[in-house]
T-cell receptor, first 115, second 116 residues
């Protein structure tokens, strides 16, 4: 049973518009959430994170929103740029985990930015 | 070199072969991980080493054998694999502290394994 779900395997967005990637989780004990970005032939790289004590975290063009009651988080990229084309993984962990040892990942969403 | 490096980048092996994947981190981290990425599946944690001791083994078959000789190096020894083991194997490291979510994993570029 997948505890972290990314229901959209792919998303295409026009350059300059907003990209919204969604992630749902089922375990209410998760209290820390991360987004990773992966280019082909490279390993995932950390993008942005949010703790459950917040509902929003912003870093430049990237903003993550957390809705704890809905067990839902989203990553907003605005404005979208061609270099944002990649696979985005949502991940979650909780105080019941041992540090990073049990990060639970989603299946990823492939974002394509159309010039 | 900086970051997390993995070798080889690509490996093709038969089911009776013995091979090893190597990972080296140059970040001074104290925890290292092996993840498996199969098509259309989430990243699966295989092994975790913290301060060179294994702290997690997610029921991985014994045909995968990890080795962590020091905090900078991690190996994954492969023996008698099956075609379904074909996947991208990712190494990662972090400066993990017990009970604290530092969050950020630093990944290598992965070793693409094909088992014939």
């Amino acid at each position: 049973d997948q505890q972290v779900k990314q229901n959209s395997p792919s998303l295409s967005v026009q350059e300059g518009r907003i990209s919204i990637l969604n992630c749902d989780y089922t375990n209410s004990m998760f209290d820390y959430f991360l987004w990773y970005k992966k280019y082909p032939a490279e390993g995932p790289t950390f993008l942005i994170s949010i703790s459950s004590i917040k509902d929003k975290n912003e870093d430049g063009r990237f903003t993550v929103f957390l809705n704890k009651s809905a067990k839902h988080l989203s990553l907003h990229i605005v404005p979208s740029q061609p270099g944002d084309s990649a696979v985005y993984f949502c991940a979650a962990s909780g105080r019941f985990n041992f540090g990073n040892e049990k990060l639970t990942f989603g299946t990823g969403t492939r974002l394509t930015i159309i010039p | 070199e900086t970051g997390v490096t993995q070798t080889p980048r690509h490996l093709v092996m038969g089911m009776t072969n013995k091979k090893s994947l190597k990972c080296e981190q140059h970040l001074g981290h104290n925890a290292m991980y092996w993840y498996k990425q199969s098509a259309k599946k989430p990243l699966e944690l295989m092994f975790v080493y913290s301060l060179e001791e294994r702290v997690e083994n997610n029921s991985v078959p014994s045909r995968f054998s990890p080795e962590c000789p020091n905090s900078s190096h991690l190996f994954l020894h492969l023996h008698t694999l099956q075609p379904e083991d074909s996947a991208l194997y990712l190494c990662a490291s972090s400066q993990g502290v017990s009970g604290v979510n530092t969050g950020e994993l630093f990944f290598g570029e992965g070793s693409r394994l094909t088992v014939l």
